[in-house]
């Protein structure tokens, strides 16, 4: 059947709709409602000022629970379809595919409602212009929440017969949504002790028993956690969070890798979707805790998030794909967590006589801790977690309690993999490719494993070949054998930054000049000299009602952090000092927020680290079997704003120009070298003394 071309106003339409021309699979789920949904295009927006009605812009994500919950509820149901149709332009946006609408219309909801989240509901005008908007809305009223027939049969009523109230809102909160991505521009350095008041502001909202920041529910933070570890007074924080993620819930304790958010304060029971973003993410706050401590236990979790991320999320042909659903498809719907939760029989059905162990060791329970209160016939379940560390389960249980306890788990979860498994919307984000590629390459310098280095160069190739633009710009997504989207400040500053530490890893030259160039591009289409921010989108923008300068850190660091950041970058490899000057002006239009934010500014923390940390660059020369006891004994040091560059030979690096090979390390700081050297243990001296 051929998707409609025309609208279906008043009726519950037949399916498939426009949606099932587009790739995104968050809008290809909703290719089958009776909703007449249109994605995002002028040619909406035109249809509305056509038939005189507000637009209903729905926004979410296609591994998102109560995306699928109020779709279920309003989206499926023909009634409500048919009023939607008749009353309003549907439109539909995938906010991962653009995250340039999302953060427009997701500021004017927080403004409305001093929240936000998924799904996102806003009321438009045919100009664009948000007038009311909210999250979820159930079908029918409870807990405070008016139905969403309610909702819509109100805003039909205002904009039939109130309409002036509608078009005053809607221009009063463009107006703030405008005002308020439109930084005040400031001039001065951030004051002395800066950095360590940041620690004492993240220590007001630290939890001191559980980890991480505020009450629940609780998520990761990784650029918070990556700021504290470059910080002597903050590290603890950041080591004990990570030691408490790895031990809860939010920790896939079978399978590997990071779920998206605990429920709770104690990382127990999670969300249960998984993200790209925070999986690449949290290895490389891993892999520098790991550096931090020699913990054996960082390493392992790194290993796992990573051949999690491998097994379950790497495409064919390089690509990583962006997410994985909370909720298990069962004939009577999707139940969260089903994929990932047990009964103490259904381990005992697989483990026979060692079943007690896994019991003991995940804290099984025939009470459970956890329901989906969606679906209460499957009952009270329990998420794996590992609250008693392994030495005392083995003073406990005997010394072959590790070993044991390992061959349980393998066997859980291969029986996992036989059970219904969640969702994966199999699209390819730039932006968050360019996050695992940087984690690989720093599991490959830092493990000193091969295999990681091999995935990353599969990924830039990837990328190379499939999303980058004869002009060097890149694309934002890729699914299906094609690319689209313009690419966003996003895309170009965090690939970047991956090929800056693949860079590191491997010693091509070819991967930091791509990084130039992304940089440059970053510097051509997304900086503005006279506001001193970078804006997350270019200059075309669209319908969109305005551009953002994004500051504070989301799932991901914000990006001026990012574009930031690689600017430092630029300048310690090829001695841009006007990107060090931009970098540093960034830093200076968002101080009065840097020093007032207890948490949420990790990634523009860690550039105010990196300009005030001394310019040192290690070069290691030779080929890589000589240098491979070198980069091994750097790889246990913790150097985040160190210029790290192995090469064959001497190139067209500062640090590179002139270095003879043979296996020899250079250490420099602030422009002087000292003696080179081929023995490890002196390399350890002098980097010892940075």
């Known amino acids: 059947m051929q998707p409609r071309a025309g609208p279906c106003v008043g009726l519950a339409c037949p399916m498939p709709n426009r949606l099932a021309q587009e790739s995104s699979p968050y809008l290809l789920q909703h290719q089958d409602n009776p909703v007449d949904w249109w994605p995002w295009s002028p040619e909406a927006f035109a249809e509305a000022r056509q038939r005189d009605v507000p637009v209903l812009l729905s926004v979410g994500y296609s591994t998102c629970h109560w995306c699928h919950v109020m779709a279920h509820e309003s989206f499926e149901n023909e009634r409500t379809a048919a009023f939607m149709n008749a009353h309003f332009v549907n439109i539909k946006v995938d906010r991962e595919e653009r995250p340039d609408v999302d953060a427009v219309y997701m500021a004017a909801t927080q403004a409305l409602t001093g929240q936000g989240g998924w799904p996102m509901t806003v009321f438009l005008t045919p100009d664009a212009e948000p007038f009311y908007a909210g999250t979820y809305f159930p079908p029918q009223e409870g807990m405070g929440m008016p139905s969403f027939m309610r909702v819509l049969a109100s805003i039909d009523d205002v904009w039939q017969n109130r309409r002036d109230q509608a078009l005053g809102n809607a221009q009063a909160l463009t107006e703030h949504v405008r005002g308020a991505s439109q930084p005040t521009r400031r001039e001065g350095e951030l004051p002395g002790g800066a950095l360590a008041r940041a620690v004492e502001n993240a220590a007001r909202l630290y939890d001191a028993q559980f980890g991480g920041f505020g009450r629940a529910p609780k998520f990761p933070a990784p650029s918070t956690l990556d700021f504290l570890l470059t910080q002597p007074q903050g590290r603890e924080m950041a080591l004990h969070t990570l030691r408490m993620m790895g031990a809860g819930g939010i920790y896939d304790q079978l399978g590997g890798g990071f779920h998206r958010y605990s429920v709770d304060a104690q990382w127990l029971v999670p969300h249960f979707e998984k993200m790209l973003y925070d999986n690449a993410q949290l290895v490389r706050t891993l892999l520098r805790a790991y550096q931090l401590t020699g913990e054996d236990d960082f390493a392992r979790l790194a290993r796992e998030t990573l051949a999690y991320l491998e097994r379950e999320m790497l495409a064919p042909d390089g690509?990583?794909?962006?997410?994985?659903?909370?909720?298990?498809?069962?004939?009577?719907?999707?139940?969260?967590?089903?994929?990932?939760?047990?009964?103490?029989?259904?381990?005992?059905?697989?483990?026979?006589?060692?079943?007690?162990?896994?019991?003991?060791?995940?804290?099984?329970?025939?009470?459970?801790?956890?329901?989906?209160?969606?679906?209460?016939?499957?009952?009270?379940?329990?998420?794996?977690?590992?609250?008693?560390?392994?030495?005392?389960?083995?003073?406990?249980?005997?010394?072959?309690?590790?070993?044991?306890?390992?061959?349980?788990?393998?066997?859980?979860?291969?029986?996992?993999?036989?059970?219904?498994?969640?969702?994966?919307?199999d699209k390819v984000l730039t932006s968050w490719n360019g996050l695992v590629l940087a984690a690989l390459a720093d599991a490959a310098r830092i493990l000193g494993e091969e295999k990681y280095l091999d995935l990353a160069r599969r990924n830039a190739d990837f990328v190379h070949r499939e999303l980058r633009l004869p002009g060097g710009t890149l694309r934002h997504t890729f699914k299906d054998g094609r690319?689209?989207?313009?690419?966003?400040?996003?895309?170009?500053?965090?690939?970047?930054?991956?090929?800056?530490?693949?860079?590191?890893?491997?010693?091509?030259?070819?991967?930091?000049?791509?990084?130039?160039?992304?940089?440059?591009?970053?510097?051509?289409?997304?900086?503005?000299?006279?506001?001193?921010?970078?804006?997350?989108?270019?200059?075309?923008?669209?319908?969109?009602l305005t551009r953002q300068a994004s500051f504070f850190d989301s799932a991901i660091l914000s990006?001026?952090?990012?574009?930031?950041?690689?600017?430092?970058?630029?300048?310690?490899?090829?001695?841009?000092?006007?990107?060090?000057?931009?970098?540093?002006?960034?830093?200076?239009?968002?101080?009065?927020?840097?020093?007032?934010?207890?948490?949420?500014?990790?990634?523009?923390?860690?550039?105010?680290?990196?300009?005030?940390?001394?310019?040192?660059?290690?070069?290691?020369?030779?080929?890589?079997?000589?240098?491979?006891?070198?980069?091994?004994?750097?790889?246990?040091?913790?150097?985040?704003?160190?210029?790290?560059?192995?090469?064959d030979e001497g190139g067209d690096l500062p640090v590179l120009e002139a270095r003879p090979g043979g296996g020899q390390a250079y250490v420099c700081v602030n422009h002087a070298c000292q003696l080179p050297t081929r023995d490890p243990a002196e390399l350890a001296r002098q980097v010892a003394a940075l």
């Open 483 to 544: 690319a689209s989207v313009e690419g966003l400040l996003e895309d170009h500053a965090l690939y970047g930054l991956g090929l800056v530490a693949l860079f590191q890893a491997g010693g091509d030259l070819a991967h930091l000049h791509w990084a130039r160039e992304l940089w440059n591009i970053v510097r051509r289409d997304f900086w503005d000299e006279g506001a001193g921010v970078f804006y997350s989108s270019g200059g075309h923008a669209e319908t969109l």
């Open 319 to 425: 690509g990583f794909y962006s997410a994985q659903d909370a909720d298990t498809p069962t004939e009577h719907g999707g139940v969260e967590g089903l994929t990932f939760t047990w009964t103490p029989d259904e381990i005992r059905a697989v483990l026979g006589e060692d079943a007690d162990l896994a019991l003991r060791s995940f804290n099984v329970t025939a009470q459970g801790n956890f329901r989906d209160p969606h679906q209460p016939a499957y009952g009270s379940r329990n998420v794996l977690h590992t609250p008693t560390p392994l030495p005392a389960l083995a003073r406990e249980l005997g010394d072959d309690a590790a070993q044991r306890l390992q061959a349980a788990r393998a066997k859980l979860f291969a029986a996992r993999q036989v059970r219904p498994q969640p969702h994966t919307d």
């Open 559 to 647: 990006d001026n952090a990012a574009a930031a950041l690689l600017g430092v970058w630029m300048n310690r490899y090829f001695g841009d000092a006007e990107a060090e000057a931009i970098a540093r002006r960034t830093v200076q239009s968002f101080h009065a927020e840097l020093l007032a934010a207890p948490t949420g500014l990790g990634g523009l923390w860690q550039v105010a680290a990196f300009l005030e940390a001394p310019h040192t660059e290690i070069a290691v020369i030779g080929t890589p079997a000589e240098r491979q006891p070198l980069e091994r004994e750097l790889a246990w040091h913790f150097l985040p704003f160190t210029a790290l560059a192995p090469a």
